[in-house]
C-alpha cells in the first residue's frame, strides 16, 4: 500500500466528500487496509505460535542418555573419515579479553593416518604460531610454524613425570550434582538436529578446603545420532579462570598425504 497515494485519499474525501468515485476508493482502500492489519494480525499469532512451540521443546531429560548418545557418536565418528575443529579460550575472568585461543583442527582416515594443525592465535610471547603433524602407517611427521618437516621416532612409553609424582593432597569424596534437557529443535540442510546442555557440579574437599567445579556442555545431534557440535565451558568456584572450547565436526572431503619435504 502506497502510503502517499493513501494520504491524498483521505484529502479527497474531505474536499468532495459526496464524489462517488472518491467514496469507492476510500472504501476500496479501507478493505486494503483491513486485510493488511489482518495479514499482520495473523503474521504476529503464527510467531508467537512459533516462538512458544520452540520454547515449548525445552525439557529435562536423563543426564546418562545424553552421555550415552555421546559415547555412541563418538564410536561412530571414529569409524569414519572425520574432521573436527576445535577452538579453546582462556579467559583471566568472566567479561575479560582473552588471554590464550588455540584452534586445533585434526583429520582422521582409519587407525593409522591422522593429519592435525594446531594454531595459536592469542598465547605467550615465544611460544609456536602454527605447528603442523602427520602420521601415517607408523610414520610420523612434524614441524613447526613454516620451518622444515622432521621424521619423528615412535612414541616413546610413558614413564611417568621428571620430577616424581605429585605431592598428594587430602581429597574427600566428591559430590556430583547433574542435570539436562533439550533446548532446541532446528532444521540444518533438511536434517532435524537436535540441541541438548548438560551441566555438572563437582564438589570436593582438597586440604580442608572445598573446591566446586561447574561443567557445561551443548551437544548439536543430527536426527542419524552424528554429533555436529559440541560447546564446552568450565568454571571453578572461587577462581576467577573461565576455560571455553568449541569443537565442530565435519564428514567431507578427508584427504591424508605425506609431506613432500620430509627433511
Not at 493513501?6 to 462517488?20: E, F, M, Q, S
Not at 495473523?42 to 512459533?50: A, D, I, K, N, Q
Not at 574432521?83 to 584452534?103: A, D, H, L, N, Q
Not at 612434524?142 to 616413546?156: A, I, N, T
Request: aromatic fraction near 10%; charged fraction near 25%.
Amino acid at each position: 500500500m502506497n502510503w502517499l497515494n493513501y494520504g491524498k485519499i483521505l484529502c479527497a474525501v474531505g474536499d468532495h466528500g459526496r464524489n462517488a468515485m472518491v467514496r469507492e476508493c476510500l472504501e476500496r482502500t479501507i478493505i486494503i487496509m483491513t486485510n493488511f492489519v489482518n495479514t499482520l494480525l495473523l503474521g504476529f499469532f503464527v510467531v508467537f505460535s512459533l516462538h512458544y512451540s520452540s520454547f515449548a521443546q525445552s525439557k529435562e531429560v536423563s543426564y546418562s542418555d545424553v552421555f550415552r548418545k555421546e559415547q555412541a557418536a563418538l564410536q561412530l565418528i571414529r569409524s569414519i573419515p572425520h574432521r573436527s575443529i576445535m577452538t579453546s579460550w582462556v579467559y583471566p575472568e568472566r567479561g575479560e579479553r582473552v588471554i590464550f585461543k588455540s584452534v586445533l583442527t585434526r583429520e582422521t582416515i582409519g587407525p593409522d593416518r591422522l593429519h592435525s594443525i594446531q594454531e595459536n592465535v592469542v598465547s605467550e610471547p615465544g611460544s609456536f604460531k602454527r605447528m603442523e603433524f602427520i602420521s601415517i602407517a607408523g610414520r610420523n611427521y612434524r614441524r613447526f610454524d613454516e620451518g622444515p618437516w622432521q621424521v619423528l621416532g615412535p612414541s616413546p612409553d610413558y614413564i611417568g613425570p621428571a620430577n616424581g609424582p605429585p605431592a598428594a593432597q587430602t581429597v574427600s569424596r566428591p559430590r556430583f550434582e547433574n542435570s539436562a534437557q533439550v533446548v532446541e529443535t532446528l532444521t540444518e540442510k533438511g536434517r532435524l538436529v537436535s540441541v541438548y546442555e548438560t551441566k555438572s557440579r563437582i564438589t570436593k574437599e582438597v586440604d580442608g578446603k572445598e573446591v566446586s567445579q561447574i561443567t557445561t556442555f551443548r551437544f548439536w545431534f543430527r536426527d542419524d545420532g552424528m554429533l555436529l557440535r559440541k560447546d564446552g565451558e568450565l568454571e571453578t568456584i572461587g577462581e576467577a579462570r573461565i576455560l571455553k572450547n568449541s569443537t565442530v565436526y565435519e564428514y567431507d572431503d578427508i584427504k591424508i598425504e605425506a609431506p613432500i619435504n620430509n627433511q
